[in-house]
C-alpha cells in the first residue's frame, strides 16, 4: 500500500530491552523524522534523516539510535528500554525540507516499558 | 512547549456553532502547520502558512497568519461532529522544516 506505515501497532517490553520500531513509506521523500508524543509534552522530535545514511539529533534523543541504509526504511532502536520511553511514537516524512513541505504523518507506535 | 502556546487546551460546541483555536509564538514564525488527530490515530494535515496577513481556507476550516508572524488562529464554521479531534499547530523557527516545535493541542468535542 502506498503511504508511510509503521510496525508493530502496539508492544510492550522489560525494563532492559531492545526493541526497534519501524518505519516505511512509498513516496520515496528524502526527509524522515521521528517523533514521540506524551501527555504534557506534546510532539517532540527525537531524529530526524535528509538522506540514506544521513541523520541528526531532534530535541530528545538520549536513549535511541536510528539508522537509514535505504530512502524508505527509518528504524528506531531503543538500546535499553526505560519506563521513560513509554510513549506514542509517530514516524513522518517530508519530500524536500523548506518551509512550503508538510511532513505526512504515520498511524502512531503505542510503546509500553514496564 | 514555552514556544509555542496553543488555546484553548479543550473546546466542546454545539454543532453548527463557529469556534476560533489560537497558536501563539514566542519568536518568529517561517511557517505554521495545522494538523487534525483523530484519537489513537496519526496526524492529518490541513494548511501550512508562511507569508504574514497570508490566510487559507479548506471547506470549512479557515487559518490566517497575522502580519507580525507570530500568531495564527484556526477558525472553523458551522461545526460538525466530523471536526472532532485534536488540533495541533507545529512551527517552523529556522525555515527548513526540519526541527519542528509543536503545541499541546486543542481538544475539540462536538456535540450533535
Known amino acids: 500500500d502506498a503511504g508511510i506505515t509503521q510496525s508493530p501497532r502496539y508492544k510492550i517490553t522489560e525494563t532492559g530491552r531492545q526493541v526497534t520500531l519501524m518505519c516505511h513509506q512509498t513516496w520515496s521523500h528524502s526527509y524522515m523524522f521521528w517523533y514521540r508524543q506524551d501527555l504534557g509534552h506534546g510532539l517532540r522530535l527525537i531524529y530526524y534523516s535528509a538522506a540514506a545514511d544521513i541523520t541528526d539529533k531532534g530535541e530528545v534523543p538520549d536513549g535511541y539510535v536510528v539508522s537509514r541504509s535505504k530512502t524508505e526504511n527509518f528504524p528506531l532502536t531503543l538500546e535499553s528500554a526505560t519506563r521513560s520511553q513509554t510513549s506514542v511514537y509517530f514516524c513522518?516524512?517530508?519530500?524536500?525540507?523548506?518551509?512550503?513541505?508538510?511532513?505526512?504523518f504515520g498511524p502512531g507506535t503505542r510503546l509500553t516499558v514496564t | 512547549s514555552q514556544e509555542l502556546e496553543q488555546s484553548p487546551q479543550s473546546l466542546i460546541v454545539q454543532e453548527g456553532k463557529n469556534l476560533t483555536i489560537n497558536c501563539t509564538s514566542s519568536k518568529t514564525l517561517y511557517g505554521l502547520y495545522w494538523y487534525k488527530q483523530k484519537y489513537g490515530e496519526g496526524l492529518i494535515f490541513l494548511m501550512m502558512l508562511q507569508k504574514g496577513g497570508e490566510e487559507k481556507s479548506h471547506e470549512k476550516i479557515t487559518a490566517k497568519l497575522d502580519e507580525k508572524k507570530q500568531q495564527s488562529s484556526l477558525h472553523i464554521t458551522a461545526s460538525q461532529p466530523s471536526h472532532a479531534g485534536i488540533y495541533l499547530c507545529g512551527a517552523d523557527h529556522a525555515g527548513n522544516n526540519r526541527k519542528l516545535i509543536w503545541g499541546l493541542g486543542t481538544s475539540l468535542a462536538v456535540n450533535p
Open positions: 513522518a516524512s517530508s519530500l524536500l525540507a523548506g518551509a512550503t513541505y508538510e511532513q505526512y
